[in-house]
């Protein structure tokens, strides 16, 4: 079995600020992880995933998430917030290999971005 | 074309229409799939497609049919639905079978459904 637990529901920042959002994941096996984005009224966009190459995995949009197999986290981070950035975020994994097609979806946790 | 389109953005019905969502991709696509995501939720899967074939229903209610015309197009036919079944409805594409390592998903923008 495999899940996914966003430590924050809701995170706010101010613009220009880091961002961190946290990922832990459990799984029986090598995952694929991945990181959504969904703005307002709007369908999910990818902004990087992990497949077992590098473990520093640089995204769209100046994201980038480092796996930590140790730790079971998969965290997303920004150096400079922008208003832009305000979304929903998915932290989602996914057993690789065989005939496994399910994705697991964290619960999101909404990015506010203040002035 | 590197986008999942998707028809209509809204829709309005009431428990005894039948209407029909439609998606398209046109990027060489193999599998595709149907999500239902309501308010603050994450998307729930409900259908996948593999080369054009049904592969997994997650238990969905027969009112809800899909419908795999060519591996370009995805459709999902809605009859006798509740109010409950209000929600964004989303598609999805992947290159190629869903096991794939690091295969992700593409997603369209999504219908949004108010069933009256």
């Known amino acids: 079995a495999q899940s996914v637990t966003q430590l924050d529901s809701h995170v706010s920042v101010s613009e220009g600020t880091p961002v961190l959002l946290r990922c832990n994941y459990s799984s029986s096996y090598s995952p694929s992880l991945f990181w959504y984005v969904q703005h307002p009224n709007k369908g999910l966009q990818l902004l990087l995933k992990?497949?077992?190459?590098?473990?520093l995995v640089k995204g769209i949009n100046g994201f980038e998430a480092e796996f930590k197999k140790s730790e079971t986290s998969f965290h997303l981070t920004k150096p400079s917030a922008h208003m832009s950035d305000a979304a929903e975020y998915f932290c989602v994994v996914r057993k690789s290999g065989g005939s496994n097609y399910k994705l697991t979806f964290g619960k999101g946790t909404l990015l506010t971005v203040n002035p | 074309d590197t986008e999942v389109t998707q028809t209509p953005k809204h829709l309005v019905m009431g428990m005894t229409n039948k209407k029909s969502l439609k998606c398209e991709q046109h990027m060489g696509h193999r599998a595709m799939y149907w999500y239902k995501q309501k308010a603050k939720k994450p998307p729930e899967l409900m259908f996948v497609?593999?080369?054009?074939?049904?592969?997994i229903n997650e238990s969905v209610p027969s009112r809800f049919s899909p419908e795999c015309p060519n591996s370009s197009l995805l459709n999902l036919h809605l009859h006798a639905l509740q109010p409950e079944d209000s929600a964004l409805y989303l598609c999805?594409?992947?290159?190629?079978?869903?096991?794939?390592?690091?295969?992700?998903?593409?997603f369209g923008p999504g219908t949004r459904l108010t069933v009256l």
């Open positions: 497609y593999s080369y054009e074939k049904l592969s």
């Open positions: 999805a594409s992947s290159p190629t079978g869903p096991g794939r390592r690091g295969n992700e998903q593409f």
């Open positions: 992990y497949t077992s190459a590098a473990t």
